[in-house]
């Protein structure tokens, strides 16, 4: 079975502080994995994705993760956060077809500080 | 498009009470998932479905039904609330592609009391 593991519940960080947020992810199929942010009170949204190629995969705001295969991770970095990405960020592991469901890490709190 | 819409967002429920939480998208998507989210745990998948008359369990359907008559529509039925279902429910869809984004509803805050 597929497994996801987030390895901070919180992180804290000064606005235009660099930022990771660690995921590692168990699975003895193929890997297709993907990052999903969720504002206060809001419904989730995708960041971004790896599905295969390029190891490194970038969002429009300014977030990127690399697919380690070696390490089993998917950590996601930011060079200077900002207010606004204050946020719950989840990482997920995708089932192969039918269904293709999603297994969640149990999310990380990004608190920006001013 | 309005993408995924949930209704109720809000509901408190007393122990035993029944309810359907209800889901629709506009987007012609054949998958549509339920999911709760509880604090610390991520979101667990309730019940999915790929297309219209086929639904399927997922990691933590028990005390939940489904039903999908139509592409658009997902409900999820609460037949005897318990306090351990009080949660936040999300309702996502997808498209057909092989991993295509899921789209998430805003979510229904539930309280069984």
């Known amino acids: 079975a597929q497994s996801v593991t987030q390895l901070d519940s919180q992180v804290p960080v000064f606005e235009e502080a660099p930022v990771e947020l660690r995921c590692n992810y168990s699975s003895s199929v193929s890997v297709y994995l993907f990052w999903y942010v969720q504002y206060p009170n809001q419904g989730l949204q995708l960041l971004l994705k790896?599905?295969?190629?390029?190891?490194l995969v970038e969002s429009i705001n300014g977030f990127e993760a690399e697919f380690n295969k070696s390490q089993t991770s998917f950590h996601l970095r930011k060079p200077s956060v900002h207010i606004s990405d204050t946020a719950e960020y989840f990482c997920a592991v995708s089932d192969p077809p039918p269904g293709n469901k999603l297994v969640f890490g149990a999310g990380t709190i990004l608190r920006v500080k001013s | 498009n309005a993408g995924v819409t949930q209704t109720p967002k809000f509901r408190i429920l007393k122990i035993g009470q029944s309810m359907t939480l209800q889901c629709t998208q506009d987007m012609n998507h054949n998958y549509m998932y339920w999911y709760r989210q509880d604090p610390g745990m991520g979101l667990k998948l309730i019940y999915y479905s790929v297309g219209a008359g086929i639904t399927d369990k997922g990691e933590v359907p028990n005390g939940y039904n489904v039903s999908r008559s139509t592409t658009e529509d997902f409900p999820l039925r609460l037949e005897l609330a318990a306090p351990s279902q009080t949660s936040v429910y999300f309702c996502a869809s997808r498209d057909s592609g092989a991993y295509d984004e899921q789209f998430f509803g805003p979510g229904t805050r539930l309280t069984v009391l």
């Open positions: 790896y599905l295969s190629g390029s190891t």
